[in-house]
């Protein structure tokens, strides 16, 4: 709401300030630089939103019953929520089939005013048990979330482990293939299997050393022959 004073003619916000006060602090050159305001603390207690008072630890503040609205709640504050909802779903049935009878019987009956009152009433409380599963809801939403991230987590250390194998094959195969060519004895290449398998199961940096150590090996023996 935005109202203004006679004195000087200006507008003055009487809630949140306008949007462009916010925007234009937060540029792609302000956040590449890092000078853009981090975002407000989440509040702690009671406080102020659009003008209504929200105390987090009274339920109520968030959700309030229907009658601190002025609209008839048609439900007990105890009641079970899907029950009603299934009572106020076959109420808007039947009532929107009389409806319809009374517009075909008589369109200009009183009764019909009355009938509108009676489904917006219905529609009313069904939107109020609704709202009351939001935080379900997002509970819900955000368990879908993590179980989707850790799903693309898994498949993705999957495609990792499958690289790997697949390299370490490679590296075996071009191992074994070398001393076909070489006149190695059998205690020789056995010699040389070791050195590449240990390290193998060492971590990278020692694979590459063990790797090359008998690959220099291959190449001595080569110019010895």
Same mark, same amino acid.
């Given at each position: ?14 809630? #949140? ?20 305001? $981090?975002?407000? /603390? /989440? ?12 105390? /987090? ?31 106020? &779903?076959?109420?808007?049935?039947? &009532? ?82 070398? /001393? ?18 240990? $390290?193998?199961?060492?971590? $990278?940096? #020692? ?19």
């Amino acid at each position: 709401a935005v109202v203004s004073t006679q004195s000087t003619g200006k507008l003055l916000s009487v809630m #949140a300030p306008p949007p462009e006060v916010y925007f234009k602090r937060y540029t792609t050159e302000a956040v590449t630089a890092g000078t853009a305001p $981090p975002p407000p /603390p /989440p509040p702690i207690g009671e406080f102020t939103a659009f003008g209504i008072s929200h105390n /987090p630890d009274d339920p109520k503040s968030i959700l309030a019953p229907l009658r601190d609205y002025g609209v008839t709640q048609l439900y007990t504050d105890t009641a079970d929520s899907i029950k009603e909802l299934k009572k106020i &779903n076959a109420s808007l049935l039947v &009532n929107f089939l009389d409806l319809l009878d009374i517009l075909i019987k008589c369109r200009a009956s009183q009764i019909r005013i009355q009938k509108l009152e009676d489904i917006e009433l219905l529609f009313c409380n069904f939107h109020h048990l609704i709202n009351k599963f939001r935080p379900h809801q997002a509970l819900e939403t955000l368990i879908q979330m993590i179980k989707i991230q850790k799903e693309q987590k898994l498949k993705l250390v999957e495609q990792v482990n499958s690289k790997v194998e697949t390299a370490r094959a490679g590296i075996f195969t071009t191992i074994n293939s070398l /001393p076909s060519s070489l006149s190695c004895t059998i205690k020789e290449e056995q010699t040389m299997e070791e050195e590449v398998e240990g $390290p193998l199961r060492q971590g $990278p940096d #020692a694979r590459e050393d063990g790797f090359l150590h008998a690959v220099d090996n291959l190449v001595d023996m080569d110019l010895e022959t």
